[in-house]
């Protein structure tokens, strides 16, 4: 059977602290299921953010949308992860990554690594993190026994570890672009494939949660307006190719929510993360498959 679908909005917004509970609150409203900050220089803070959006709220989890392993050690990781974990009430879920951005390891006077460098710092982290945290002699505890561990995968030997490793999944439906901090969307087909690598490597008798991050989302019966980033991003990308994009959730809402349900029968995924600026758009979909499935 299908997983029940769970959405996430990713907030990449900084601001003050009457402005961030605010939007907290509101993305509790339109019913999100978790609350997500990623790991950026010129984005907030991952755990202080975190804290003050459980505070704001009651029902959502709360997590990182990604943390980019290179900024952290897994001991100093271990005290975050637990106190945030005690602090909004067993609520984190952890979402870890290896990083993209070369200028923001340069900026924060870090190696950013070859490839293999930055996976095999990863595997540490979540190897280390996870005994530290499932020891009862480390200090703080997490309320949680397991806080969930989410890792964002594409390249094959990061799929492996995903396997072997996450208790959710997290596919961004691209890969790195040409131009260093890009990315460039991958095709149906092309997910496919990796879906395909990842299952190939998965063998554990509790399946990981899979979750897709959405690149853009909008309900409208001209959907051209707002794909035109995407598509100037793109020479050679069709509208038409663009509307069959994994990660592009635009068209009238009976076709967008179609899709979804489409796509957790096709691809397994039940959990969806849309941006921050997409967090209104995606609103009505969410409801009317919160409708459907009640």
């Given at each position: 059977?299908?997983?029940?679908?769970?959405?996430?909005?990713?907030?990449?917004?900084?601001?003050?602290a009457a402005e961030w509970r605010a939007k907290c609150r509101r993305a509790e409203e339109l019913g999100y299921d978790v609350i997500l900050v990623p790991d950026h220089l010129g984005t907030v803070a991952p755990f202080p953010a975190l804290v003050a959006a459980a505070a704001a709220t009651e029902r959502p989890r709360v997590g990182t949308?990604?943390?980019?392993?290179?900024?952290?050690?897994?001991?100093?990781?271990?005290?975050?992860?637990?106190?945030?974990?005690?602090?909004?009430?067993?609520?984190?879920?952890?979402?870890?990554?290896?990083?993209?951005?070369?200028?923001?390891?340069?900026?924060?006077?870090?190696?950013?690594?070859?490839?293999?460098?930055?996976?095999?710092?990863?595997?540490?982290?979540?190897?280390?993190?996870?005994?530290?945290?499932?020891?009862?002699?480390?200090?703080?505890?997490?309320?949680?026994?397991?806080?969930?561990?989410?890792?964002?995968?594409?390249?094959?030997?990061?799929?492996?570890?995903?396997?072997?490793?996450?208790?959710?999944?997290?596919?961004?439906?691209?890969?790195?672009?040409?131009?260093?901090?890009?990315?460039?969307?991958?095709?149906?087909?092309?997910?496919?494939?990796?879906?395909?690598?990842?299952?190939?490597?998965?063998?554990?008798?509790?399946?990981?949660?899979?979750?897709?991050?959405?690149?853009?989302?909008?309900?409208?019966?001209?959907?051209?307006?707002?794909?035109?980033?995407?598509?100037?991003?793109?020479?050679?990308?069709?509208?038409?190719?663009?509307?069959?994009?994994?990660?592009?959730?635009?068209?009238?809402?009976?076709?967008?929510?179609?899709?979804?349900?489409?796509?957790?029968?096709?691809?397994?995924?039940?959990?969806?993360?849309?941006?921050?600026?997409?967090?209104?758009?995606?609103?009505?979909?969410?409801?009317?498959?919160?409708?459907?499935?009640?």
């Open positions: 059977m299908s997983r029940p679908f769970r959405f996430g909005v990713n907030l990449l917004t900084p601001a003050p949308f990604v943390l980019n392993a290179g900024f952290w050690n897994p001991a100093l990781l271990a005290r975050e992860v637990a106190t945030t974990d005690a602090l909004t009430g067993g609520r984190l879920e952890i979402g870890l990554g290896t990083g993209y951005v070369p200028a923001e390891h340069e900026a924060a006077g870090l190696p950013y690594g070859s490839p293999r460098e930055r996976v095999d710092h990863l595997e540490r982290t979540v190897t280390e993190l996870t005994r530290l945290l499932g020891s009862e002699e480390h200090q703080p505890r997490p309320v949680q026994s397991r806080v969930p561990v989410l890792i964002g995968a594409n390249g094959d030997r990061m799929l492996r570890l995903t396997a072997a490793h996450a208790d959710i999944a997290a596919f961004a439906g691209a890969r790195p672009g040409e131009t260093a901090g890009a990315l460039d969307p991958l095709s149906a087909g092309e997910l496919d494939e990796r879906l395909a690598r990842y299952h190939a490597a998965a063998d554990r008798a509790e399946p990981a949660e899979l979750n897709l991050l959405i690149q853009v989302a909008a309900v409208t019966d001209d959907p051209e307006p707002v794909l035109r980033p995407l598509l100037e991003y793109k020479p050679g990308l069709t509208l038409d190719r663009a509307l069959d994009l994994p990660i592009v959730l635009a068209g009238p809402l009976e076709d967008v929510v179609a899709k979804v349900r489409a796509q957790r029968e096709r691809y397994g995924f039940s959990y969806l993360t849309v941006l921050e600026p997409y967090m209104e758009a995606f609103a009505p979909v969410l409801a009317r498959l919160r409708e459907e499935s009640a």
